[in-house]
């Protein structure tokens, strides 16, 4: 049976996807409400300052935050305006390109990172790493590879390519 010919998903493929939609929902709340209570930053505000952590001098362009954090250019403004309020990241203008933006991690940022990390990963694996064996993990993860590649490959409208600070040094 060709795509055209079959409008509605089987019923277990349904279930599939639904069960991966109510997984991501469920689970990406719950780990907003535990770092909200307990640090007062959002899942969306630690994912930021997560990946300002990991890059190089602890800071990204913008369009590359963005592009790693899943989120339009405006989308990532708003986020960023808490966390610069409260003095956890500063926004810089990029000397070699000085129309392009960095978001920096302050050492502020990093404590309360380094805070919260411990509740996001016992989250992770209360919720989501303690439901599988170590074999049934690296096929979960294997099985995602597939749909990931093509999504990937296809890109994200209106994203910009991942890059970090180049032109930016």
Do not use: N
Not at 17 to 44: Q, T, Y
Not at 70 to 78: A, C, E, P
Not at 139 to 148: D, E, G, R, S
């Amino acid at each position: 049976m060709a795509e055209s010919e079959q409008f509605w998903l089987l019923p277990h493929e349904q279930l599939a996807w639904r069960s991966f939609i109510k997984l991501d929902s469920l689970l990406m709340s719950r780990l907003d409400v535990e770092l909200v209570e307990r640090h007062g930053l959002s899942l969306a505000e630690y994912e930021v300052l997560a990946h300002l952590s990991e890059a190089e001098g602890r800071a990204l362009r913008m369009s590359a935050l963005a592009d790693l954090a899943l989120v339009s250019r405006s989308g990532l403004t708003r986020r960023l305006e808490h966390l610069v309020a409260r003095g956890l990241v500063i926004k810089e203008i990029c000397p070699s390109d000085r129309r392009g933006m960095i978001a920096r991690l302050t050492e502020l940022g990093q404590g309360r990172l380094e805070e919260a990390a411990p509740t996001h990963v016992a989250g992770v694996r209360r919720y989501l790493i303690s439901a599988f064996s170590v074999g049934e993990l690296q096929q979960f993860t294997a099985l995602m590879q597939a749909p990931l590649s093509e999504l990937e490959e296809a890109g994200r409208p209106g994203s910009d390519c991942l890059s970090s600070l180049k032109g930016c040094s």
